[in-house]
């Protein structure tokens, strides 16, 4: 198992957490880790290219989803950033589609409009990572 993913798993697991319990992304946590994993992945693969051009796409999918939904918001761009820090460009759309399930799954779940959503992409990160080799050689 790559560094990077242990990583990710510890960092964005807290991060999470606290989004579930406080709806807050702390800048304190998500914006250093961000920069860390990227130097680890920079050391574990010699280039990161597809983790920036997947950073640009975030950031993209995020200005819009600010646009026309208010409910995001910078905390939630930021640890987005930090998800596709770990997957890179190519797994991207299928971290959205993941992550946009699992957030309706848990709205409909708590059975209420409003809930961080983190711990989704959290989920959707986490399975992306482990499964998109397999998910996308059934597509």
């Known amino acids: 198992m790559a560094f990077s993913f242990l990583f990710f798993v510890v960092i964005g697991g807290a991060i999470s957490v ?11 946590l998500s914006i250093p880790s961000f ?10 693969r010699g280039n990161i290219f597809s983790e920036i051009a997947a950073v640009f796409i975030v950031l993209a999918i995020f200005l819009i989803l ?5 409910d995001f918001g910078g905390g939630d761009l930021r ?3 930090l998800c596709a820090a770990l997957l890179g460009a190519r797994d991207m759309f299928l971290f ?3 992550a946009g399930l699992l957030h ?9 409009k409003v ?15 482990l ?6 050689s059934m597509l």
């Open 18 to 28: 606290i989004d579930y319990k406080k709806h807050i992304i702390s800048d304190r």
């Open 35 to 44: 920069a860390m994993l990227l130097l680890i992945r920079f050391w574990e």
């Open 66 to 70: 600010l646009y026309f939904f208010a």
């Open 79 to 81: 640890f987005g950033a």
């Open 96 to 98: 959205f589609v993941i």
């Open 104 to 112: 309706l799954l848990l709205l409909l779940f708590l059975k209420t």
């Open 115 to 129: 809930a961080g959503f983190a711990p989704a992409m959290f989920a959707a990160a986490v399975v992306t990572h």
């Open 131 to 136: 499964f998109s080799a397999k998910i996308w």
